[in-house]
């Protein structure tokens, strides 16, 4: 199987640097915007449709859902930062061998979650002190989310094998098709047969599926050298090593830190429905909003991963300033238009006078904080794409748990606050910027990446011999 390039994977080895990007973030920008759409569209139609416990209930439940997708985003990570170097390499049998392992890996673990989250749903909610008159409609939304937990997983895992080799048109494609079959099932359930939290539940799992099977197929008839081919799926351990080296501490940073955030929706919980309505409107925008950046950051990764694979160091640090700036430029004007419309935004989900007063507090009291996960972002998917996840993992865990976790329990002593508890995702941010920061300046990835380059020259010139 050659390792030719054709118009759907992208060499980001060569060309201008900011157009690499951004023709690589536009796409998974916009894939990424339809994808938050399944649980939004999800909010809108309980909260305009059904009542706002539904729509606290909805919103109350996506930190443990993003518990799980964080885990897999993070493992996908890990993924395709061996597919990419080896696809920078021109490695096709590397590839290969890293698809199928991919693939097979996701099926496994698919499945093993899915065991759990729908028996451990109900001890979850109850950790969040998730009030009586959510309860229900919480667990009905959140079992039948974890049985089709598989379908999302395949498509997030598949979809990061394309982004690997550069192509992150086609998952928007199929992202932009499943988020409008998700939007007409939601009201058919709701409108037509009145089924309620239950019917926008079973909207996003057949969409999730969907999704997950237009993946696949595009993956196996594929003529390049990510080509997947199920009759040859199989765990290659060596592989399967240097996925988990790379995506596990990525995967654990981000189920943790979700983890975490079951305990924030705690403290919110406390100040009643219209808060944790108002709460989870805030929520929904604000994974509007980190979208440029969290896909900025995935190009760059990609980017840093595919010259790494070529060896040139000097074009992946330019790719990292670069990467910085756009996300910051764009995230800017997004805190701009989010301040100016977020009333006429926060009443899509509801009319009710209460929750868009909370939702109002939020977002004009954390927004303006957003410039400063550029920072942590991007450098934490730059250390990443050259192969350093252990760092940004404890930089991120110990600011988005350890830190978090302690000024909200410290504080909650002392002030009985919404806008404290709300203050502590800023607080996280910005110590993990700044020591993201100081670790990518210092750290000696750079010479780690020179002395594997010479380990796998003497294992060649070895075997040449």
Request: aromatic share 12%; hydrophobic share 50%; net charge positive.
């Amino acid at each position: 199987m050659g390792a030719s390039r054709t118009k759907q994977s992208r060499d980001m080895t060569q060309g201008v640097i900011w157009k690499q990007l951004v023709a690589f973030a536009l796409p998974l920008m916009l894939g990424n915007l339809f994808q938050q759409m399944y649980n939004t569209v999800d909010s809108i139609v309980v909260g305009r449709f059904v009542s706002t416990e539904a729509l606290a209930a909805v919103g109350s439940t996506s930190s443990i859902t993003n518990m799980l997708v964080g885990f897999f985003m993070g493992l996908s990570v890990g993924a395709g930062v061996v597919i990419s170097q080896r696809f920078g390499a021109k490695d096709d049998e590397g590839v290969h061998r890293a698809v199928h392992t991919t693939v097979a890996m996701t099926i496994i673990i698919g499945l093993l979650f899915t065991v759990i989250g729908v028996t451990m749903a109900p001890l979850m909610l109850r950790l969040m002190k998730t009030p009586a008159d959510v309860f229900p409609e919480a667990k009905t939304y959140l079992q039948i989310y974890f049985a089709g937990i598989l379908g999302l997983v395949l498509y997030n895992m598949g979809s990061g094998i394309l982004r690997a080799v550069g192509d992150s048109r086609r998952p928007l494609y199929f992202l932009v098709f499943c988020s409008v079959v998700n939007t007409v099932l939601d009201l058919v359930f709701v409108l037509v047969f009145r089924m309620g939290v239950e019917g926008v539940a079973y909207a996003t799992v057949l969409a999730q599926f969907l999704s997950a099977g237009l993946i696949l197929l595009v993956l196996s008839r594929s003529e390049e050298n990510y080509r997947f081919i199920p009759q040859k799926l199989r765990i290659y351990p060596p592989v399967l090593k240097s996925i988990f080296s790379i995506g596990l501490p990525s995967a654990l940073q981000r189920a943790l830190t979700a983890f975490s955030n079951v305990f924030v929706q705690g403290y919110i919980n406390d100040f009643g429905a219209d808060c944790m309505a108002g709460w989870g409107c805030y929520h929904r925008l604000d994974q509007f909003i980190l979208l440029p950046m969290q896909s900025v950051t995935m190009g760059g990764t990609t980017f840093v991963g595919q010259n790494i694979g070529a060896r040139n160091l000097k074009r992946a640090e330019k790719g990292v300033s670069t990467a910085i700036w756009l996300s910051i430029g764009v995230t800017l004007v997004l805190i701009g238009l989010l301040n100016i419309f977020c009333t006429p935004v926060l009443r899509i989900f509801s009319e009710k006078p209460g929750v868009l007063e909370y939702g109002r507090l939020f977002i004009r009291m954390i927004s303006p904080f957003y410039v400063i996960c550029c920072l942590n972002q991007v450098y934490a998917g730059a250390l990443r794409g050259a192969g350093d996840s252990k760092a940004p993992m404890a930089m991120m865990l110990f600011s988005f748990v350890f830190f978090r976790q302690i000024y909200l329990y410290v504080g909650s002593l002392f002030i009985h606050d919404v806008r404290f508890v709300g203050l502590g995702y800023p607080m996280g941010w910005l110590v993990c910027s700044v020591l993201q920061y100081l670790y990518y300046k210092k750290s000696h990835w750079r010479e780690h990446c020179e002395m594997q380059w010479k380990q796998e020259d003497a294992a060649k010139q070895q075997s040449a011999a």
